[in-house]
């Protein structure tokens, strides 16, 4: 038994001494809060991991039958005196009927939901019941569907994995679309407790909430409001006093009555810190506490952490009036968005730690990001993860939770998601972090017409007029109407954007609209080459991508060794993109030569990743500021996959991740062949001009000097131009254009801080030497290891492994160039030089 008392905040977690089972079925086991059915039944030995093998198939059964947990807490009498006594269910999937002392209190069904009911006159003094009834999400989205009567599109619900033939009813319930299966992730339809139970306990007076607006910003001041919404069973005179990081700002005085109430408090802060996107500046974090008096006794005290700053999106009108400028601006500075899509890092979400967190939005960071994107069909993230973003810098662009379907038009459907929205921006919205919130994910793209770049769309085909008029009713009334309305009224100061891609009214996004943002998958879907990322530039690319393999120490912990062939029935579980493998090859076939064998395919399938997505995203910061955003799909995974991902799910960076450490660097040297011409821009996100050295050096792979030109410079802040062009013909000489490889450097005051490397010929088309390379091992000041390499040969896209571990360098996937030295530094300082494994494109021959 739970033994609860009140404590400073009158918030307690129910938490503990939880048990679950089948509805009706077996005896009651121990469960864990926060969790799911799904981790409950591996924890206690039930099935196999989920994760393994092809294990999934085996557990489709468990959606399609009710759950139950229970528990029992004692209530003292320090909290059952209380005045009120709510209890807060903070995240049930999905469909959950719950009781208290054998009293139904609540039937949830929506997982996005926050849940709020007043139980102080069923609760006991002493001990109490909470019996929570899951019923089967499948079951019932079937009778939802059954009912409604019209299949509507729902293309990434593995409905055939799960039993269902092509009965599509992920979009009857409110709960993560991912869930349902996704071209990059399994179908495991959970159920449980995922997120905290608490029991709020209060007298008199409480806040139920502050919402912190950075009203303006001027040379020397800041002028910001809190919004503070106050919960009274008492009236009286009321003091509310202000306080920015403890120190008073404000007052205000009134006399409140019962019920609901608002006070603006209205403040100044003198020479402010501002909030700016990593690069530009600190992302300073100031904590403002209202403290709530009745007369002169301290009632309730309310803390809020929130960032002073200003984020637009602009839309503006092109000179030739075809177009519309899409970028953000903070604090009255136009900002490249520098970064990925965002998925959840789980399939069964609590189980994503703090840790996880702060590995993908560190990863971010040490990448050169500066925005995510979290994606529509997946969660409202945590709290964590949006207080790490205000602390780190990373714009977050908040999708609400729609993607690649169409949903239904019932009014009950509707309102709930009214509330979901409200709930959810509500909790976000002190968040200087959140610059965007987006309505959905494809829909809008998908409904028109269909595009063999995508792969899919023309839905609006597939149904008569009068179906036709009804689905989209539905869209305008949930994406044009509900969603807008309540950001608007709820955060005042954040853009609302209607779907991802979209060109704007009137319009739908298209590969050449020059207006709106636009998700790019001529590369992969259109099977166009990798050169077009430099023919299709949008004003805002908010998707794009390449898939390839995690790395063989990743495979390994969900395959056995008979396992190893791409096309094997495990390897065919862990890649859900039914051309994915198809895809990876043509590419391979067009670049590189045919690996020997599956390790080498991996290996050389993430080469192939990151040499597309780097053409792609130096074409897109070539030309800002027309373009003025890159997202690549996708940052991280859900489970151990072939995907998009720059990181698998053990958070292992990808070749993908190291290139993009470079590409997105501050200062970028981004060389273009250009017909005859070598063309070399520097790309700069910073607010200010540098004076800096453009080198630029041609050499043979055995490290001959062909040419080499220092070119001093002055770039120019926030934008892109070229700096320096050479013929080609001058640069290489009279040498064979596949024998040559060109390094450009930026050095600024004696540092070089953009490197890149240029080849006139396919990997395919090189001829490589066997390496040998010296290694040196030593240990830096702050204690890491550091390893020097060198080569007295060119040696290609070296990769570097520790038997065992995982681990990740200063660099990595490199080519290592003659007579150069490379080092590289490891995070941890305890490393065994002998268990170092290193990997050239050579050895895949």
Known sequence: MINISVNAQNKITIDSQ????????????????????????????????????TNEKDLQWIDKVNWEYKTTFNIDASVFNKEHIDIIFNGLDTYA???????????????????????????????????????????????????????????????????LGSNKVSVHTRKAGYHYGWDWGPRFVTSGIWRTIEINAWNTAQIDDSYVVTRSIDRNSAHLTADVTINLSTPGNYTLITKLDGQKVAQNDAFLEKGVQEIKSEFKIRNPKLWWPVGLGDAHLYTVTQELYLDTELIDVKEVKTGVRTARLIQEEDADKNGRSFYFEVNGVPVFGKGANYIPNDLFLPRVTLEDYETVINSAVEANMNMLRVWGGGIYENDEFYELCDEKGIMVWQDFMFACSMYPDTPELQESIKQEAIDNVRRLRNHPSIVLWCGNNEIEVAWSEYDHTRGWGGWRKEYPREQQNKIWAAYETIFHDILPKVVTAETELIDYWKSSPSAGPEQVATNETRSGDNHYWGVWHGLHPFSDFNTYIPRFMSEYGFQSFPEFSTVKKYTIESDWDIESEVMAAHQRSGIGNLRIKQYMESHYKDPKDFESFLYVSQLLQAKGIKEAIEAHRRNMPYCMGSLFWQINDCWPVASWSSMDYYKNWKAQQYMTKKAFAPIFV??????????????????KSQRAELKVTAMDFNGHIISSSNNTIKIDPNTSNIYHTVDVSTLIKDYKMEDVVVLSEVIVNGEMVSDNITYFAEPKDIELFQPEIIKTFTVSDDGKTQLTLSSKTLVKDVFITIDGASLKLSDNYFDLLPDLEKTVTFESSDVDPTKIKITSLFDTY
């Not at 121990?30 to 093998?53: C, F, M, Q, S, W």
């Not at 001990?127 to 729902?154: C, Q, R, W």
């Not at 981004?670 to 607010?687: A, C, M, R, T, W």
Request: no cysteine.
């Open 18 to 53: 939880w048990e679950f089972r089948q509805s009706n079925i077996g005896e009651w086991l121990p469960a864990t809060v926060p969790g799911t059915v799904h981790t409950d039944l591996l924890n206690n030995k039930i099935i196999e991991d989920p994760y393994y093998r």
């Open 97 to 163: 009927d719950v009781y208290l002392n054998d009293s139904l209190i609540l039937s949830a069904d929506n997982m996005f939901r926050t849940w709020k009911v007043d139980s102080k006159k069923l609760l006991k003094n002493g001990a109490n019941d909470l019996h929570i009834v899951f019923h089967s999400p499948i079951n019932k989205g079937m009778a939802l569907y059954e009912t409604f009567g019209i299949p509507l599109p729902a293309n990434n619900d593995q409905s055939e994995n799960g039993g």
């Open 670 to 687: 981004s060389p273009k062949v250009n017909g005859e011409q070598l063309e070399f821009y520097v790309i700069s996100d910073e607010l």
